[in-house]
């Protein structure tokens, strides 16, 4: 396995989100098969960097998979090829000697592409501005243990909560919907009592202002469930259309 | 010299009493006038986000900042194992008092029992705010919260949402502030570095930031700044914290008047994946609570090559168990770090480099199962397995410490004031409450106690005098100069042109720090040291390569003057760490040590904070001392044995 790699890189390079962009090709020789995705990339702007020319930018921070900083498409995949696996965690090991691979930002309206692989996600943000929380103030809260919840729940709850935010589902999905992403929070808080009483304007909110932000509407296609790399499930976009319904007609 | 600058405002009255005493006689700001403020806060990670929200919530207005594109991503989020809080649901003799008690011994008796005390006070309002907020904290089977134990204590007192405890923590806070964004009251600047700190007649009034996007330079007045910036753990270049942790903003406040205490007190944990080559980039964590139920042992042969499975049970040495028989592989940090250096220093560490040790589940295993070991640690089991191409369950896995969490920070007061009037500190960027060595799972509980808890008040003793002051407005000429300072320094870092990548330099310094100010320090190194860091900041002015243009994004440009802070940094750690001549928590010099190669505290001497001033441009800088006063504790040779 620690046999060296010999790959070639085509990046994805455009200035800003005003000038188009176009793939440049790198041949990267040596590569440690132990290394990280993120980790070529630092090597290949290294070398970039000493030659006078312009480094690749990419997002990142955590490199453990948590933060959801890191978004790129690898062979056309979100994150890559391997399943539940942000680019950051992608080892070089599950690739071969001669190979090439495509890198690109993500693609869709709602995230413009501000540099090279950097594309601006606020829209999520502004999202969960419409919506995503529990108003309740500092220093109000009962008992921590005053309302008991079942672990089934607790555990319903959190596998939705655990959700970071990539935009990975987004990026995969054919009509750049962020049903994913926005269903697992709605879905948290559904599960847990203290979600109940905004959870009719929870949904309105947070739904209406995804239209708004120009991502489009899902057709149960389940690409984003399959590049998720957090496992978000689908099922709660169920949850998600059958809470809106209620809504409206409510 | 005790210096009189350094007055900690500690309230008087009995332990107990002190903060609910206090805290009901602080001035009050009307609701009138909260609306007339502004507050600027630096960083919403959970320090910064919770008390944004709070802030916001109680009418102020708030301008927060942050460098990631959005506050969910902050470093804060990749916390693991859990927060600390004194409920007692477990009825295992939990207080206040032991949680305070706790935390001070394991700080090696290097803080202040007035703020560690207020800290395990609210504790439990803490867990109480996270679940009204829809955290979905890991629970019992009746419906009850669940708790774990970590290190350097015997209770179980840590609540978890699996290994994802930050993560949640920080969503919770995140959700308080997008709601505050929401209602108006918070404006959000993503992709936003502070670059310098505005003074207008000695107060702070304003920072310089840098967006990030399209490289301008912006202006922003306030009534007061609040950093919530974190720790700066990268000074090592390796560490386990996020890649874009930095100590710049501290750093520009250090060079604007306020102190910096105790830089040399960092923390190294045991628990890490081993450094596996040249090109890496960070370490990641595996959580501490793996050592409630793994087991840490190496071999009791020197260099023994043979697999782990190959290693009959009479041929392990399991250290831990064996020289701190009452805590076992519980140990607080520092200890358990240094007894893993001690093994491999020693030659019997395992694997390829001997820079390593197992922690080994097959017991647990044994004993609860596979299925309740995974629902315990699975996704840091899968992570593990991610990163080594191992798999946990049917090999030990290996680690090794790593630096983790810096104790030192900007020197604040009781009210979390810095001694730059109008300028407070919060969570990890401050000192306070952790002395000389962290106990596990209280981080969180610090960042989130200071946001919700703490500064929500104590900021008003500040703000209330101000009532009276004029807004001060962008206008005023401080803003202008200190905009041209930073315009300064990024024309001097793009026009270099050097043969230097930032990543070199910084791997440079790392090594250096690591060296010689990592987990054991000697006089003779720290000389050497200090010179060489010196060296290197000569060579980073005269050879840095910046690439790019200041009026775009410019990660190269966003490190390079990153790694420039560090350097400095670095330089007020060595004499720090020079000036402590006495092992203490994460401190560990080799010249004061017991027979039995424990930690010699010195408390005659060195029952102290240190606090440093800049004094200018390469000239060291002026120490400080705030004197540590045990009123209820009496400081004894920790002992977990
Ligand atoms: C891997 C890991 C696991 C951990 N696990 C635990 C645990 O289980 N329990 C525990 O208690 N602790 C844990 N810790 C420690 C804990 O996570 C941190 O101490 C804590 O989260 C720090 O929070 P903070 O709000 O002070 O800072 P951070 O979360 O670091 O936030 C800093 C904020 O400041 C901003 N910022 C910084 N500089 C600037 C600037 N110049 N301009 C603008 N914005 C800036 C950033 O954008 C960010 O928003 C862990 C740490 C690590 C590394
Ligand atoms: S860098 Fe944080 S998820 Fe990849």
Redesign the interface.
């Known amino acids: 396995m620690s046999e060296k790699l010999n790959l070639t890189l085509k990046v994805w390079r455009q200035e800003d989100t005003n000038q188009s962009g176009n793939f440049v090709t790198y041949p990267v020789a040596d590569v440690n098969p132990h290394m990280s995705f993120l980790e070529l990339l630092d090597v290949l702007n290294e070398k970039l960097i000493k030659e006078g020319d312009d480094p690749i930018a990419f997002e990142h921070d955590c490199r453990e998979g948590i933060c959801g900083s890191c978004a790129m498409s690898i062979n056309g995949e979100a994150h890559g090829p391997v399943k539940s696996t942000t680019a950051c965690q992608l080892h070089m090991f599950n690739f071969k000697d001669g190979d090439t691979i495509t890198v690109e930002p993500w693609r869709a309206n709602s995230f413009p592409i501000l540099k090279d692989l950097v594309t601006d996600r606020s829209a999520f943000d502004r999202i969960m501005q419409a919506g995503g929380y529990v108003s309740v103030n500092t220093g109000s809260a009962p008992d921590g243990n005053a309302i008991p919840i079942e672990k089934d729940k607790a555990i319903e709850a959190f596998n939705a909560a655990a959700c970071i935010g990539c935009g990975a589902c987004v990026s995969s999905c054919k009509n750049s919907s962020a049903s994913l992403f926005v269903s697992a929070k709605l879905a948290q808080y559904s599960a847990l009592p203290q979600g109940k009483p905004e959870q009719k304007q929870r949904v309105l909110g947070m739904v209406n202002k995804m239209d708004e932000e120009g991502f489009g509407h899902c057709t149960n296609t389940g690409a984003c469930e399959a590049t998720c790399p957090k496992d978000i499930s689908v099922k709660n976009i169920g949850i998600m259309n059958r809470e809106y319904l209620k809504a409206l007609v409510d | 010299m005790n210096s009189k600058i350094l007055d900690s405002k500690i309230p008087s009255g009995s332990l107990e009493r002190k903060w609910t005493d206090y805290r009901s006689s602080l001035p009050l700001v009307s609701p009138a006038n909260k609306q007339k403020q502004n507050v600027i806060m630096i960083g919403t990670g959970l320090a910064g986000a919770?008390a944004a929200?709070?802030l916001a919530?109680m009418g102020y207005n708030v301008k927060a900042f942050c460098f990631?594109?959005?506050?969910?991503?902050?470093?804060s989020?990749?916390a693991q194992g859990g927060i600390n809080a004194a409920?007692n649901?477990q009825n295992d003799g939990d207080s206040i008092y032991r949680l305070f008690y706790d935390t001070i011994k394991g700080g090696d008796y290097r803080s202040r029992e007035a703020n560690v005390y207020r800290l395990a006070e609210v504790s439990?309002?803490i867990?109480?705010?996270?679940?009204?907020?829809?955290v979905?904290?890991?629970?019992?089977?009746?419906?009850?919260?669940d708790n774990r134990s970590f290190g350097g204590v015997q209770v179980s007192r840590t609540f978890y949402?699996?290994g994802?405890t930050g993560?949640?923590l920080l969503?919770g806070a995140?959700?308080?502030l997008?709601?505050q964004?929401?209602t108006g009251k918070v404006e959000?600047f993503?992709k936003h570095e502070m670059v310098d700190i505005v003074l207008v007649d000695g107060h702070a009034k304003g920072i310089i930031a840098r967006n990030l996007?399209t490289g301008e330079l912006e202006k922003h007045a306030a009534s007061a700044v609040v950093l919530a910036t974190g720790g700066y753990s990268n000074v090592y270049y390796l560490s386990t914290n996020?890649?874009?942790s930095n100590v710049t903003a501290a750093w520009k406040a250090y060079k604007r008047g306020a102190m910096f205490s105790n830089p040399c007190f960092t923390q190294i944990h045991p628990t890490c994946i081993p450094v596996?080559?040249?090109?890496?980039?960070?370490l990641?964590l595996m959580s501490e609570s793996l050592r409630n139920d793994g087991r840490i042992w190496v071999s009791k042969n020197k260099g023994d090559s043979r697999s782990p499975d190959q290693i009959p049970e009479e041929e392990r040495d399991y250290y831990l168990e064996r020289r701190y028989p009452a805590f076992g592989n519980l140990v607080p940090r520092d200890i358990a770090s240094r007894a893993a250096k001690e093994r491999c220093d020693a030659g019997y560490g395992a694997g390829e480099t001997g820079q390593s040790v197992y922690l080994d589940f097959k017991d647990a295993i044994d004993t609860m199962g596979q299925d309740t070991v995974s629902a315990r640690y699975g996704n840091l089991f899968e992570?593990y397995g991610?990163?080594t191409?191992e798999n946990p369950y049917k090999s030990p896995m290996r680690i090794y410490p790593a630096v983790h969490y810096t104790m030192g920070g900007l020197w604040v007061d009781y009210n979390l004031m810095t001694t730059v009037p109008g300028l407070f500190s919060i969570g990890e960027s401050n000192f306070s409450d952790h002395g000389a060595n962290r106990l596990g799972a209280s981080a969180l509980m610090q960042g989130l106690a200071d946001g919700?808890?703490v500064l929500?008040y104590t900021i008003g003793t500040y703000l209330s005098k101000e009532i009276n002051s004029d807004m001060v407005s962008t206008e005023d000429s401080a803003f202008d100069s200190t905009l041209k300072e930073s315009e300064e320094t990024i024309e001097k870092l793009l026009s270099n042109q050097g043969n230097r990548?930032v990543?070199?330099l910084h791997k440079e310094l790392g090594l250096i720090m690591w060296n010689n100010c990592g987990m054991s320090r000697n006089q003779e190194d720290l000389d050497k040291a200090l010179k060489e860091v010196d060296e290197l900041k000569k060579t980073f002015w005269s050879d840095v390569?910046v690439?790019?243009r200041s009026d775009?994004?410019n990660?190269?440009l966003e490190k390079a003057w990153r790694v420039s802070d560090f350097i400095e940094l670095g330089e007020v750690m060595m004499h720090d760490a020079s000036d402590r001549k006495e092992s203490c928590g994460a401190h560990f010099r080799e010249e004061y040590q017991t027979e039995d190669g424990e930690a010699l505290r010195n408390d005659e001497e060195y029952n102290y904070v240190s606090s440093w001033e800049y004094a200018g441009e390469n000239v060291p800088p002026n120490l400080h001392k705030e004197i540590l006063n045990f009123e209820t504790v009496t400081p004894t040779q920790r002992s977990y044995k």
Do not use: W
């Open positions: 919770s929200a709070s919530e990631q594109d959005s506050p969910r991503r902050a470093h989020i990749a409920k649901y439990g309002n867990i109480d705010q996270c679940v009204a907020q829809g979905p904290f890991a629970r019992e089977y009746g419906g009850t919260l949402a699996r994802q993560q949640q969503l995140y959700s308080a997008s709601r964004i929401n959000m993503t996007v996020a890649m874009g596996s080559g040249e090109y890496q980039s960070k990641t992570m991610k990163i191409g919700y808890f929500p990548t990543e070199s390569k690439p790019g775009s994004i990660k190269e």
